[in-house]
């Protein structure tokens, strides 16, 4: 969860106004809105701004670097896309504001411009933010304090999600990121945990953000109809995103496609990842939504059973911490047993149960068929159909593969998603409109430098790459149905 103190709302990437150039104590840094978005599609030599992904859709390395050094002998792939910050202040009044409409604006230009076939919306949380003091990109994220981690990770999973469209069938995929950057790591660790959940709730809740995201969309969409929008909160960025989506009255109706909106089509996607708000927040939500066992929902909510951030000091602070005052505002309600646990570890909540289990490859052993008995075999190596359950059936068994079994690097997944606990029992029936997945510590990854052997960082992870890939093969399939 570390990043670096900060005091107060700080804006890292402002745009210079007229009159006002990058030596304006008010703008120091600003870059030209021509010049806001920026590029990482130079592959020159010499370059550090080019990301390559491996063979086999893991690895992914600046050009030259790790994995993807000259002298190594795995073959790498470019795997362009262009980024921009979308910042917001949470803590001057009581409503969150764009730090600059500008930012939006050079954004929408891009979209017009560019016609973008996929963009990605990452929202950072808790002890995160948007600082990026420079342009270049050094090999290794500990080596480059300029940077805030939770962003120099999403330039990764853009790199492997461009890799992973061209694998899932878009000839040229155009890929636009936006990292919606606010003051989630103000304070002391975790004493703050409390006075971010009221700074992550301004932001949820500011008519300025909501603005912003359904410009975003509407103008995709004009441009390229056949473009898709996956929004992604991780931590307190994922109690932004459900804030967001409880707070619009006719959710249920966006979602069933009964009131045109562009966030809310079969186009868009919403991921919440290990978010950091209480079940009670969606007490209301559970009493008027209409189970469904059919069609794939808007919103898919994955957290770790294992993860401790959500699972221990969440519930310390919704309940010890709220009599000593830090927890404060971290929960609705007080004495609600849904107040004292995440959305993600209330088990009357909970939807669906997902494990994923894997093998590394023989490759010292080089054997007829990398799949070992009992796993399911591979039908077709980028459609799993993970999310798919047989009508009466209470689990399904679904194949992932990288690499191949003579390769070393390579390993071999499976996905198990089920509708019962590990006891057996039968979870709650999930609604049209979203699930509530419960994982285990495998579903999460520790992003560049996770292993394959089910190393993990839990809370702190960023998407691993095969629940980048299953995010990616989910929404696919709702377009396409």
Not at 14 to 36: W, Y
Not at 350 to 360: A, P, S, W
Request: hydrophobic share 35%.
């Amino acid at each position: 969860m570390g990043g670096h103190a900060i005091a107060g709302d700080t804006q890292f990437h402002p745009i210079c106004l007229a009159g006002k150039t990058a030596g304006h104590s008010d703008l120091a840094g600003c870059r030209e809105p021509t010049q806001f978005v920026r590029h990482r599609e130079d592959c020159t030599p010499g370059s550090n701004k080019c990301f390559v992904v491996g063979n086999d859709g893991w690895d992914v390395d600046l050009i030259g670097t790790g994995h993807c050094a000259s002298n190594k002998t795995e073959v790498c792939t470019h795997a362009p896309f262009r980024y921009a910050i979308l910042e917001y202040r949470s803590d001057r009044g009581d409503q969150a504001v764009a730090w600059q409409s500008a930012q939006r604006d050079a954004i929408l230009n891009e979209i017009r411009e560019t016609k973008p076939t996929n963009i990605v919306v990452f929202i950072h949380g808790w002890n995160h933010d948007a600082k990026e003091d420079n342009d270049g990109e050094l090999p290794a994220p500990e080596d480059d304090p300029s940077q805030d981690s939770n962003l120099r990770n999403f330039k990764f999973m853009l790199a492997k999600t461009h890799w992973e469209l061209k694998q899932q069938g878009t000839t040229s995929p155009r890929l636009l990121g936006v990292y919606v950057g606010w003051n989630g790591n103000e304070g002391l660790f975790p004493i703050n945990i409390g006075s971010r959940a009221r700074a992550a709730d301004r932001v949820a809740s500011a008519p300025d953000f909501d603005a912003d995201l359904g410009a975003i969309a509407f103008t995709m969409l004009k441009e390229n109809p056949n473009a898709s929008i996956v929004i992604i909160g991780h931590s307190l960025g994922g109690r932004i995103v459900a804030r967001y989506l409880l707070s619009q009255a006719k959710f249920n109706q966006y979602a069933l496609g009964k009131i045109g909106h562009p966030l809310f089509g079969n186009r868009s996607l919403f991921v919440t990842v290990n978010p950091a708000i209480g079940a009670d927040a969606f007490d209301e939500y559970y009493e008027k939504a209409l189970p469904s066992d059919t069609g794939l929902p808007l919103w898919l909510n994955f957290t770790s059973k294992d993860d401790s951030a959500t699972g221990i000091i969440f519930s310390t602070a919704a309940s010890i911490g709220k009599s000593l005052g830090f927890g404060y505002g971290i929960t609705d309600n007080f004495l609600t047993s849904s107040s004292r646990r995440t959305i993600g570890h209330f088990r009357p909540y909970v939807t669906h149960r997902l494990e994923i289990k894997y093998f590394d490859a023989q490759c010292s052993k080089p054997v007829q068929s990398p799949v070992p008995r009992g796993y399911p075999p591979v039908a077709d190596p980028r459609t799993s159909m993970w999310y798919s359950i047989d009508a009466g059936a209470m689990q399904n068994w679904r194949a992932l593969y990288f690499g191949d079994a003579e390769d070393c690097s390579g390993a071999y997944y499976a996905t198990q998603l089920s509708l019962t606990s590990e006891e057996g029992a039968r979870f709650r029936r999930a609604t049209a409109d979203m699930w509530n997945v419960i994982g285990d510590k495998d579903i999460i990854d520790c992003g560049e430098n996770a292993g394959r052997k089910g190393s993990t960082c839990l809370h702190n992870a960023f998407l691993q790459t095969s629940l980048n890939r299953m995010v990616l093969e989910f929404q696919r399939a709702r377009i396409t149905r």
